[in-house]
């Protein structure tokens, strides 16, 4: 059983800087890619960031303030995130795409969410 596991968010001021750590454990033999999602309330969840063998990609609104990073070794995913906005209020996701070990497949998992609010 692999899971995935945020921590990380809670209460900012506009301006201030979070940084979110993603967890995968479990039974992994590879890890394709792992990224970062976020859902607003009454908005669909939309991506933040992916790091995969391709690279890196961001979303439009956060470039040039978030930053995407992965320790291979420890199965982590971590956002930096700066010059925070009140508009970067949002339930943060984890998401990668795991191949299991006895299995050829990758799966796509996502973590429990961890909350982030922007508020002076």
């Known amino acids: 059983q692999v899971q995935l596991v945020e921590s990380g968010g809670g209460l900012v001021q506009p301006g201030g800087s979070l940084r979110l750590s993603c967890v995968a454990s479990g039974s992994i033999f590879d890890i394709y890619d792992m990224g970062w999602y976020r859902q607003a309330p009454g908005k669909l969840r939309e991506l933040v960031a992916i790091s995969s063998v391709g690279g890196t990609n961001y979303a439009d609104s956060v470039k040039g303030r978030f930053t995407i990073s992965r320790d291979n070794t420890e199965n982590t995913v971590y956002l930096q995130m700066n010059s925070l906005k009140p508009e970067d209020t949002a339930l943060y996701y984890c998401?990668?795409?795991?191949?299991?070990?006895?299995?050829?497949?990758?799966?796509?998992?996502w973590g429990q969410g961890t909350q982030v609010t922007v508020s002076s």
């Open positions: 998401n990668a795409n795991v191949q299991p070990y006895g299995s050829r497949r990758y799966s796509s998992l």
